[in-house]
């Protein structure tokens, strides 16, 4: 994979930035939320690798100790998935961590492929965009990150936590009151 980092972004790797994915989503891949997440980590942790190897390259760090990755949400469109994570390099201390892990405002860094060249640049244009849609996502979805919509297959939540595959009928089969199929809510959560 070959890969152009703008100077602002490259400036801006001292120790973590938040980058937003725009890929090509597979049409063979299946939409359930367990591939979609496996799909998207796989992809983001060899740009990673590569990102740290360049961010790194005179300390002579190896790329796959160079960095960790935090998904924070996943939004499928019918072609697109746009991946919000957030990279953090090796010495990046713990409070910094911390912090941005807690703070949907961070500036946003989009990573985006033209022919056979990735390219990270600054988008100034998506900060606001992203961390509203983040903390909406925040607000609808209690459950663990990272955060997933689907436009075609809109999640389902109980009280506020997202059902994974199969849980929704599993649920709903082992009940049948009215009470507990009516704390199932049906959400795009799209601000």
Not at 98 to 107: A, F, G, H, R, T
Not at 137 to 152: A, E, I, N
Request: contains cysteine.
């Amino acid at each position: 994979m070959q890969l152009e980092v703008a100077p602002e972004s490259y400036a801006a790797l001292k120790a973590t930035i938040r980058c937003l994915f725009d890929a090509q989503y597979p049409p063979s891949l299946f939409r359930k939320s367990s591939d979609a997440i496996s799909w998207v980590r796989d992809l983001v942790k060899e740009f990673t690798a590569l990102l740290a190897h360049i961010a790194q390259a005179e300390s002579g760090e190896r790329p796959a100790d160079a960095a960790d990755l935090e998904l924070n949400a996943v939004t499928l469109s019918p072609r697109h998935a746009r991946i919000c994570y957030d990279i953090f390099l090796k010495g990046c201390e713990e409070d910094v961590r911390s912090q941005v892990k807690q703070c949907v405002d961070q500036l946003i860094h989009a990573i985006y492929k033209l022919g056979g060249v990735c390219h990270l640049r600054r988008n100034t244009a998506l900060d606001g965009r992203v961390a509203r849609q983040y903390s909406h996502l925040q607000q609808v979805d209690k459950g663990p990150r990272p955060y997933l919509t689907d436009c075609l297959s809109p999640p389902v939540y109980v009280d506020g936590k997202r059902l994974e595959d199969g849980e929704l009928e599993e649920m709903l089969s082992g009940s049948d009151s009215d009470e507990e199929k009516g704390r199932v809510t049906y959400r795009h959560p799209r601000p």
